[in-house]
């Protein structure tokens, strides 16, 4: 029985040992035992106003990284409210063997030709395609993306990106500032994943339709065009799908095809172009 | 031998309590920074995942742009586009309105004419970074 005893209080002052090291171990938790990589931003020591200075340098450099997606996700948003679908459909045959007329004046004499007009009549994802416009209502206008593009790299705002030095503040309230920070950045970070998919959803469904004008604006030949009573008529050009082999469109005009519709049906792969 | 198993039994039972209570007090200044460190290496990696679809926004915003479109012609058929046998009908049709004051009816979105998305739309963009 004595044997037994000692064996069991051997075995229990071995788990103590055991437990009161392991105890010890786990209360000591900062990066030294975490084994910092090379491209780990936390010190290799355990003393906390050095993690706290690298935290706070984490906290800036992401701050920024996040301020400048922001103002992207932002303007993505306004332009994205402001966009209105237009029903548009070809009208005559692409083969050119009825439809508009059309004459070039080159001795060959008129033809016809296909052309794009607004769809009044189909019913809603009947039409050929859906054109994007930008909206003039509301605050849209002055959210219109300017032609040829911003071009502009986005760049933070000189108030987010100054960075005075920081006030003399005790570890707490340091902490608690910086647990605020990354808690917004969370928070900022589930909405612009959010704006991405969203975004990702729309994109997929968009199609880059080429259109060409046929015709001269300043109207020697073209589409003939006039009143019903008029003769002769003139010329004017029109808007046309390109299906021409060797030779660019003029544009690439944004449409969701076929009735294509985000979130629904989208036939196509991601941003392809209608041929 | 009573007394050492006492002891022990004390000692065994005594570390096995304290992790309860320590989950119930407010967490250290050691601990919060833990966390935090943490919680940025994993935010940071989230912040990294969406640097390439958020500069898809960008690429959108530097190529896109809009155009001037009009449609001449009245949808009565009594002004318009010569339209089927012999240009008998009159129909409206979609045209550019990219000269003069006036306004067109409709700024459709467009993108360049190279392959989409374009690579090129946007070459100005980095401009700034790259001078500097």
């Known amino acids: 029985m004595k044997r037994a005893h000692r064996v069991l209080a051997v075995a229990l002052v071995g788990a103590a040992v055991l437990a009161c090291a392991a105890g010890s171990a786990g209360s000591n938790r900062l990066p030294d035992a975490r084994a910092a990589g090379e491209d780990s931003p936390w010190p290799r020591t355990n003393a906390v106003p050095a993690n706290v200075r690298a935290i706070r340098s984490v906290v800036r ?22 966009i209105r679908g237009v029903p548009v459909s070809e009208y005559g045959d692409p083969d050119r063997q009825w439809g508009y007329l059309y004459d070039e004046r080159n001795g060959i004499g008129t033809s016809y030709m296909p052309a794009l007009a607004v769809d009044r009549k189909s019913r809603p994802r009947k039409e050929d395609y859906l054109f994007l416009k930008f909206s003039r209502k509301g605050n849209c206008r002055s959210h219109a993306p300017l032609p040829g593009g911003t ?125 | 031998m009573r007394r050492v198993l006492t002891i022990a039994l004390i000692c065994t039972a005594s570390l096995m309590v304290p992790p309860v209570a320590v989950a119930e007090d407010p967490p250290s200044v050691r601990d919060r920074v833990e966390d935090l460190q943490q919680e940025l290496d994993s935010l940071n990696e989230e912040i990294e995942d969406l640097q390439e679809p958020v500069a898809e926004f960008d690429l959108f915003d530097e190529c896109m742009y809009p155009i001037g479109v009009t449609e001449y012609g009245k949808a009565d058929g009594s002004f318009g586009y010569l339209f089927g046998q012999g240009g008998a009908a009159r129909r409206p049709g979609l045209a550019l309105d990219i000269r003069g004051f006036g306004m067109p009816q409709y700024e459709f979105l467009a993108f360049p004419a190279e392959e989409p998305p374009s690579i090129e739309c946007n070459e100005d963009a980095g401009q700034e970074f790259i001078d500097h």
């Open chain 1, 61 to 82: 450099d992401l701050s920024r990284k996040v301020e400048l997606m922001e103002l992207s996700a932002a303007r993505y948003a306004d332009w994205e409210a402001c």
């Open chain 1, 151 to 275: 071009a502009d790299p986005a760049s933070v705002s000189a108030t987010a990106a100054a960075s005075g030095r920081p006030r003399a503040q005790t570890l707490r309230r340091t902490l608690r500032h910086l647990e605020h920070r990354v808690r917004n950045m969370k928070r900022s970070a589930r909405r612009l994943l959010a704006a991405s998919e969203r975004f990702d959803e729309w994109e997929s469904c968009v199609s880059w339709v080429p259109v060409t004008e046929y015709g001269d604006p300043d109207g020697e030949f073209g589409y003939l065009f006039g009143p019903r009573d008029a003769s002769p008529p003139g010329y004017r050009p029109a808007l046309a799908i390109d299906r021409s082999d060797w030779d660019d469109p003029d544009y690439m005009f944004l449409a969701l095809v076929g009735g294509d519709r985000p979130g629904r049906t989208c036939q196509d792969e991601p941003g392809e172009a209608i041929d």
